[in-house]
């Protein structure tokens, strides 16, 4: 398999991807149509021991937000979504499964609410905001869709807030989490939030004007020296160990929300409508038939999971690993993966077909890895 990008106008740049290569990035990979960070040349494990004791910068831009506008906006968002979002206050995040007509997750955002009539839903990897202009205008909604010209930069690590109070004010410490406040910069107001795709703290800013984003990436570097900053990106150790899911890799349209741990997140009682209640209600009343859990295995560190790999319990075909890494906190392979209902329960034995051709034996495992 060939490595690298043809890198052309059509996978674009971010406002940070100068700033990336200055700092050295090895690798990049394409979310939502924009180039997003990968490596800057140190070992996956060099990043995870560094990510949880000091404080990284990363790019991920790629977050693009959808913004829904005006009278209907907030019948639409809650059209979207089986999550009540009527308590949503100004200044709230919210963890948003989007679903279809059948059920299905379509995207997970983080939902920002700026005003009573106004929203961003900063998208994973899926054509969201196509999604939601062919929902307004098929139901005729007063409202106005776009992408605005928002792009997140995350610091996170132990040592973040402690940076960014510095350099921003002591007001960024009373942000609690997955709220939103406010802060300035070169003139401006930017939105920043306690939030990000790690479990070792963290912000994002989302910085509103492309043309700050060199100088955003140096004022955080520079202010980050003391805390041993270097550039970063999610890391997949960390991600796995903590059960953080990426649309894409463990979930599709192929997926409900009740097949993740999400039912937390759906109101189901009728509260609430939106696409694909009915189908979700009977997954509810029926039971679901396989849950993600993680996935603890044997052996040598195992190759890169760019496809999924067979878990069997016995004779029988009972998962698949969608993303795995050798952890070095737990000294053994972890993965995720969803596990048929019989043989979900944590400590089932089980094996796993590695694509370099072994077979690992294992145990299924509570999420997070312990």
């Known amino acids: 398999m060939a490595d690298g990008l043809s890198f052309s106008r059509r996978l674009r740049r971010t406002p940070f991807t100068a700033s990336a290569e200055k700092a050295g990035v090895t690798e990049f990979s394409v979310v939502n149509h924009m180039l997003f960070p990968k490596s800057y040349g140190r070992s996956i494990e060099e990043d995870y021991w560094h990510l949880r004791e000091h404080v990284q910068i990363w790019d991920v831009?790629?977050?693009?937000?959808?913004?829904?506008?005006?009278?209907?906006?907030?019948?639409?968002?809650?059209?979207?979504?089986?999550?009540?979002?009527?308590?949503?206050?100004v200044g709230d995040c919210l963890y948003l499964p989007i679903t279809d007509d059948t059920?299905?997750?379509?995207?997970?955002?983080?939902?920002?609410?700026?005003?009573?009539?106004r929203f961003w839903l900063s998208a994973a990897d899926s054509d969201l905001l196509l999604f939601a202009k062919g929902l307004a205008l098929g139901r005729g909604l007063g409202v106005a869709i776009d992408e605005p010209d928002v792009s997140p930069l995350a610091i996170?690590?132990?040592?973040?807030?402690?940076?960014?109070?510095?350099?921003?004010?002591?007001?960024?410490?009373?942000?609690?989490?997955?709220?939103?406040?406010?802060?300035?910069?070169?003139?401006?107001?930017?939105?920043?939030?306690?939030?990000g795709y790690s479990l070792q703290g963290g912000f994002e800013i989302y910085l509103?004007?492309?043309?700050?984003?060199g100088d955003l990436w140096d004022a955080v570097w520079q202010a980050g020296q003391a805390f041993e900053?270097?550039?970063?990106?999610?890391?997949?150790?960390?991600?796995?160990?903590?059960?953080?899911?990426?649309?894409?890799?463990?979930?599709?349209?192929?997926?409900t929300p009740l097949e993740f741990g999400l039912g937390k997140f759906c109101s189901l009682d009728g509260s609430v409508d939106c696409l694909g209640r009915e189908a979700l209600q009977r997954v509810a009343e029926d039971g679901i038939s396989r849950q993600i859990r993680g996935v603890l295995f044997d052996g040598n560190p195992c190759p890169i999971c760019a496809e999924p790999w067979p878990v069997h319990a016995g004779a029988f075909p009972v998962g698949q690993i969608t993303s795995a890494i050798w952890s070095p906190r737990l000294k053994r392979n972890v993965g995720l993966s969803l596990i048929d209902r019989p043989f979900w329960d944590a400590g089932q034995t089980v094996a796993v077909h590695c694509i370099d051709g072994t077979t690992r034996n294992g145990e299924v495992s509570d999420l997070p890895f312990a």
């Open 156 to 195: 996170q690590g132990p040592k973040a807030e402690p940076l960014l109070a510095g350099l921003f004010g002591p007001h960024v410490r009373d942000i609690g989490f997955f709220k939103f406040g406010w802060i300035e910069f070169s003139g401006t107001r930017q939105l920043i939030a306690r939030s």
């Open 229 to 255: 900053i270097a550039p970063g990106c999610p890391n997949l150790i960390e991600r796995i160990e903590g059960g953080l899911l990426s649309y894409g890799n463990e979930m599709t349209r192929e997926n």
């Open 103 to 117: 059920g299905g997750l379509v995207n997970d955002p983080v939902l920002l609410k700026l005003a009573e009539d």
């Open 208 to 213: 509103d004007g492309g043309h700050l984003g």
């Open 61 to 89: 831009a790629c977050q693009r937000q959808v913004q829904i506008q005006g009278p209907d906006a907030a019948w639409l968002v809650q059209w979207m979504t089986p999550r009540d979002i009527s308590l949503a206050k």
